[in-house]
C-alpha cells in the first residue's frame, strides 16, 4: 500500500470515529518537480518544508494539537532531517508529533492521543 493510500485510510477512519474532531492535511507531498513557478508561489505563501502530513487540532493531556506524519508500513524510508525538525520544533510549541509506519499505527497514536492517553510532562 502506498502512503497515499495509508494516509487516505487515516482520513476515513478520523472521519468516521471521530466526526467532530478537527483536522486537515498538509499538501506538502504534492509532487511539484520540475514546476519552479508552482513551488516558488507556495514557498513565498508559507510553504514550508518537513510539516506534519495531518494536524489535529484538539487539545489533549496537556498538548495544543497533534501533527502526524505518514510514512508506509514497511517502506523503509524514514521522517526526512526537515519533518524530524519540524516535529521537534512544534514539541517545543507544546504541541505532541508523532511519525506512523502505516496505518494501523497511526491509529494507534490518535486514539491514545484523542481518548487522553498520552499526557504531555512539563520537564
Known sequence: MSEHQEQALVVEYLQSVYPLALFWATPNGASLSGRGRAM???KAEGC???VSDLIIFEPRGGYSAMFLEMKK???GSGA??????FIRQIE?????????NGFDEAKGFIDDYLCGRVIHEVI
Open 92 to 100: 517545543k510549541r507544546g504541541a505532541y508529533g508523532v511519525v506512523a
Open 73 to 75: 508500513q514497511g517502506g
Open 80 to 85: 526526512s532531517e526537515n519533518q524530524l525538525w
Open 48 to 50: 514550508l518544508p518537513g
Open 40 to 42: 516558488n508561489k507556495l
